[in-house]
């Protein structure tokens, strides 16, 4: 067997290794899928991946969700929520990192510091001085909360981050930006925001992600049913009933999976050449 032979072999083992891993990765959204067409007998006495019918009756009536509230307004909510909050933590981020990689000021390595120290505490220690804190500014009940903590560059992970990132990119860039009379603003949108675009993809989606699978903060700061988002709707349908139809709660998990999925086939690009690239290449 000729060398060119083995390499075609060792190629299509490892691809049929990568598909099985793929299909055991994503049974569990396969078998929400189906399960969308059981009935509760069938997913508690079965464990046949297949149903025995196909009908959309659980999208139907799993839509008209509770108290009057169709999903339509619950995914509003989400997005009303997770897009500026998204927006707001690349963009401060960004401002905040750009500070701490290009700048000498004094007390830098400690501020940096601190905010490298707050990685390290959980979010239930936080949680009530930030209520407390937002209860003096009049802004729960409301999406208000996320968009300060996005505003104010409160999650240091992603400012970590791009910070990383950008302290891979030349300083000649910055230099010669100046010579040619750009100012530290300027330097920061036309030289080195394009260069930035993996980091920030990658930060916006994880931003997204946390954001919109977030039901511990969003159940702190939200008490009407008509702001909730998708993640509190689908705990909500469980306690609406005193017995849960299943199969309408895994058809709107279904619809509520969709849009992460989506934007991350979309992403996957941006979101891998940020976390794997540490600077310029070659």
Do not use: H
């Amino acid at each position: 067997m000729d060398k060119k032979t083995k390499k075609k072999i060792r190629s299509i083992v490892s691809y049929l290794v990568l598909v099985v891993i793929g299909i055991i990765m994503i049974y569990p959204l396969i078998w929400m899928f189906f399960a969308s067409f059981k009935t509760n007998e069938e997913i508690y006495g079965s464990i046949a991946l297949l149903p025995s019918s196909y009908s959309f009756e659980a999208f139907r009536n799993g839509w008209n969700a509770i108290g009057g509230n169709t999903y339509a307004v619950f995914f509003k909510n989400s997005f009303l929520l997770v897009i500026p909050t998204t927006i707001l933590t690349v963009v401060s981020s960004t401002l905040v990192a750009y500070g701490f990689a290009r700048f000498n000021f004094r007390g830098k390595k400690l501020a940096f510091s601190l905010l490298l120290s707050t990685l390290m505490l959980p979010n239930a220690i936080l949680i009530i001085p930030r209520y407390s804190i937002f209860r003096s500014l009049n802004v729960l009940d409301g999406y208000g909360p996320f968009y300060l903590m996005a505003a104010f560059a409160c999650y240091p992970f992603f400012t970590y981050m791009l910070v990383q990132f950008m302290r891979g990119l030349p300083r000649e860039l910055d230099e010669s930006a100046y010579i040619d009379g750009c100012g530290t603003f300027r330097t920061l949108i036309q030289i080195l925001l394009p260069l930035l675009k993996p980091a920030m993809f990658s930060a916006g989606l994880f931003q997204f992600l946390w954001t919109y699978n977030d039901y511990f903060n969003s159940l702190i700061y939200i008490n009407t049913v008509k702001k909730f988002t998708v993640s509190l709707a689908l705990r909500l349908s469980l306690d609406s009933e005193t017995i849960v139809v299943w199969k309408n709660v895994m058809a709107m998990s279904c619809l509520a999976v969709l849009p992460v999925v989506v934007l991350f086939f979309f992403c996957q690009k941006y979101f891998v050449e940020g976390i794997a690239t540490s600077g310029l290449k070659g």
